[in-house]
């Protein structure tokens, strides 16, 4: 298996820092994103390519537009806009999450937000990695229900599914798709009293022996059925973001995820 690093692992970190630890840990690939820290806003594409360049790490995608599925109003735009910068800085792939404030999107509806979101890809040679979230109140909790708009749009040249194991879990679903997978996202949930409708992206810490996530059991599954992409480290919770060495606790959560799989 190979390790990524999202940068919300560190978001205190400048970007070159963040692309230095994540070499420094063994990880070639990287994540950026758009809010925690919002890359986009502070930093020029060119830089971003420059930056990624100096320190020979490829970035991975741009992290997340949202919500992809309910296209109208600014969101055309704003998708142009980051695929165009994603171009720019030599990025792969842009991450797309479903709207989550408890509002139902209709199928038909995803289907034309795919349709619409394919040629912006196809123009500039990106990827977009449709990633279901788990929570009750999304309107695409399953990769089943991804599969079956990106079908129905006619989109696999240029979509695939993002593989959450923290929203794998809460989803319910049990089903992993290997082959369609191009990314995964691992995080963990050690509180033990926490009901797992309860649990939000704050609670979402590193990977360790009190993982209740099956963050493991996850991972072996996805190698033994094929899929050979990145594990991306995309760990929320404020205790992770102030922790005053970030690289030694990713290095312990990778170590000790390496050891179980």
């Known amino acids: 298996m190979r390790f990524a690093m999202n940068h919300i692992a560190a978001p205190k970190l400048a970007l070159p820092e963040f692309f230095a630890m994540a070499r420094r840990l063994g990880a070639t690939e990287v994540e950026i994103r758009n809010d925690l820290p919002d890359v986009l806003g ?10 990624a360049a100096d320190a020979g790490v490829t970035i991975l995608s741009i992290n997340a537009l949202y919500p992809f599925n309910v296209w109208k109003d600014d969101l055309p735009a704003k998708a142009e806009r980051m695929a165009d910068y994603a171009a720019e800085a030599g990025v792969k792939a842009l991450v797309m999450c479903p709207l989550n404030e408890g509002t139902p999107v209709g199928h038909s509806e995803v289907v034309a937000a795919l349709e619409s979101m394919a040629p912006i890809l196809r123009a500039r040679g990106l990827t977009g990695l449709v990633e279901p979230l788990g929570f009750p109140v999304s309107s695409m909790r399953t990769k089943r229900e991804a599969i079956a708009a990106i079908e129905e749009a006619a989109g696999w040249d240029v979509f695939r599914l993002l593989h959450d194991t923290f929203h794998h879990h809460l989803s319910g ?3 992993i798709y290997p082959r369609r997978t191009a990314l995964v996202h691992v995080s963990g949930v050690t ?4 009901a797992v409708a309860d649990m939000l992206d704050a609670h979402r810490v590193l990977v360790d022996a009190g993982d209740r996530l099956e963050n493991v059991a996850q991972i072996r599954a ?4 094929g ?6 480290f995309e760990p929320f919770a404020p205790e992770v973001h102030g922790l005053p060495d970030p690289e030694a606790a990713l290095r312990a959560s990778m170590d000790h995820v390496a050891a179980h799989v």
């Open 227 to 232: 899929y050979d992409g990145p594990f991306s």
């Open 173 to 175: 679903e049990t089903e």
């Open 42 to 51: 502070a930093w020029k594409a060119a830089e971003v390519k420059e930056a």
């Open 191 to 194: 509180d033990p009293a926490l």
């Open 222 to 225: 996805l190698l033994a059925a």
